[in-house]
């Protein structure tokens, strides 16, 4: 929109600009600002268009409030529960839960290779492991001697 | 670019103090805030019932997720509106309709008694007006023109670019201006 054609610049491109960018000619691209200047010094149909603009912005500005009920305000601070469970809650699922998160999946990997390291002793082994153990033959030695 | 007032740290203060428990921070959040979040739910909805259901539900949640809220990367204002915002969105897909038949219930003739006829029947028009627009023009135009968002703030609160927010905002205003002033949009 801002790279056009000067010749372009229209009664169309003006309203699309005017509702684009509004009243304030400060706030539209410069390039367009000076076309804009242009178009309203020359056309009378443009500066009837930017007052019904300016118009427009001033009945929106001056539209009435719509203003809560009176006791709306104090049913809302009186509704809410003790800060002290929801905030934990809050504050639990808001903040806690990645380190929770990280420390469970720490522990149920340190488990799960605990349990996949422990590998029942081959039987055979086991059996000559009990020999070895119980063998007359073997004999602490007498470190005194 | 935002600027901080005393204002938004007063927000964050009263936030801080919100996520401790301290009722007394969040009602003076509530009262700082629920006319301004109030009047753009009612406005978007077209209903008083639904703006205080909505309201309610907005500031109950600041009340739970307050610890969440991130100060410095939006002001408590614009994060309360997000909050709003989406719990209107989420109304709106729920019940998938919007509302168009203008403004159902009585003009608040309360806010300027003096106001002259001519100028209620405009407002009444324009009100019916932006009731029409659709549901992200209309939150657009609201929270620019009429909640004094800047238009990044307002980007931030549709959760859209910058770029999207202005075609939303020059469709409503284009929509608004040929609405009420139709017969004075001749060519040359």
């Known amino acids: ?145 | 670019l935002a600027v901080r007032t005393n204002n938004d740290e007063q927000d964050e203060a009263l936030l801080a103090g919100i996520t401790t428990g301290d009722r007394r921070a969040f009602e003076q959040l509530v009262s700082g805030h629920l006319d301004s979040i109030h009047s753009y739910l009612y406005r978007m909805t077209g209903s008083r019932a639904d703006a205080e259901d909505l309201a309610q539900e907005a500031f109950f949640r600041v009340w739970r997720k307050a610890a969440t809220y991130q100060p410095g990367r939006v002001k408590v204002s614009t994060w309360i509106h997000t909050i709003a915002h989406n719990l209107c969105v989420d109304m709106f897909r729920r019940h998938r309709e919007s509302p168009t038949d203008g403004f159902p219930e009585q003009p608040d003739e309360s806010t300027d008694p003096a106001r002259v006829a001519s100028d209620r029947e405009q407002q009444r028009l324009l009100e019916t007006a932006i009731q029409r627009l659709p549901d992200n023009q209309r939150s657009a135009l609201l929270l620019c023109q009429v909640r004094g968002f800047s238009n990044a703030q307002a980007a931030d609160i549709l959760g859209i670019n910058t770029r999207a927010l202005e075609s939303l905002l020059a469709r409503a205003r284009g929509a608004l201006r040929s609405g009420l002033f139709a017969n004075g949009e001749e060519s040359e």
């Open chain 1, 1 to 145: 929109m801002s790279n056009m054609d000067p010749g372009t610049f229209d009664l169309s491109t003006f309203g699309e600009n005017l509702d684009r960018y509004g009243i304030d000619m400060d706030r539209w691209p410069p390039e367009l600002r000076t076309q804009a200047a242009g178009l309203l010094e020359t056309s009378e149909a443009a500066r009837r268009m930017y007052d019904q603009a300016m118009q427009l912005t001033t009945l929106l500005s001056q539209l009435p409030e719509k203003a809560a009920a009176p006791g709306l305000g104090s049913r809302i601070v009186t509704g809410v529960p003790p800060q002290a469970w929801s905030g934990v809650v809050e504050w639990f699922t808001a903040a806690l839960w990645r380190p929770a998160l990280a420390a469970a999946l720490t522990l149920a990997f340190g488990f799960a290779l605990g349990v996949y390291q422990q590998q029942p002793l081959d039987e055979d082994l086991a059996d000559e492991l009990s020999l070895l153990a119980f063998s007359p033959a073997f004999e602490e030695p007498d470190y005194d001697e």
